[in-house]
Structures are given as structure tokens and as C-alpha cells.
């Protein structure tokens, strides 16, 4: 991609439209700029995506997406300073279907 920074102001333009109307592809959206975030090294920025997205996932994501979503919590609150396992642990079993 010759200007991600672009790409994402577009994706982070189209999140605000759908959570502004309450559609749930909202979290595709959102799970779109974790991945991107880590793909980049933000992982700030990748925590909170991650974060939100499995907040609004309800059933709208299968088993792989919210494991992959998960994973993505998990690499990016080590990388953010996270280092007790058990909090790790606890904000993932927290990050279930609703």
C-alpha cells in the first residue's frame, strides 16, 4: 500500500458511520485496524482496537476470527508493558461472545 496512513483514516472514517448507526459490521471494521495496528508495530493502538472489537463482537464473529482477535489482545498487552499472566489471562476470558 503506498499511503496506509490513508487506508486507515478511511476504514477508521467508515467505523464512526457504523457505530454512529449502530450497525454490528462495526466490529469488522474495528478488527480491520487491530490488524493493521500490529501489522504496524502500534500495539497501543492494536490493544485498544482489539479491545473494542471483541466488546461489540456478540455472535458476529466465528471461533478463528475471535481466537485471532485474542491473540492480538494478548501479544499487544505484553508489548504495552502488561507482565502479570494472570491479569493477562483474566482480560482474555473476559473478551467472550455476549
Known amino acids: 500500500m503506498k499511503n496506509p496512513d ?18 454490528r459490521r462495526v466490529v469488522y471494521a474495528t ?4 490488524m493493521i495496528a500490529r501489522d504496524r508495530g502500534r500495539w497501543a493502538d492494536a490493544r485498544n482496537f482489539a479491545d473494542d472489537a471483541l466488546a ?3 455472535s458476529d464473529l466465528d471461533d478463528t476470527q475471535l481466537a485471532t482477535l485474542r491473540w492480538v489482545l494478548a501479544r499487544a498487552l505484553v508489548k504495552t508493558g502488561e507482565t502479570s499472566s494472570a491479569r493477562i489471562r483474566s482480560r482474555l476470558q473476559h473478551a467472550n461472545r455476549s
Open 56 to 58: 461489540h463482537a456478540g
Open 31 to 34: 478488527t480491520a485496524l487491530a
Open 6 to 23: 490513508a487506508g486507515i483514516g478511511l476504514i477508521e472514517e467508515a467505523r464512526v458511520i457504523l457505530e454512529r448507526n449502530h450497525d
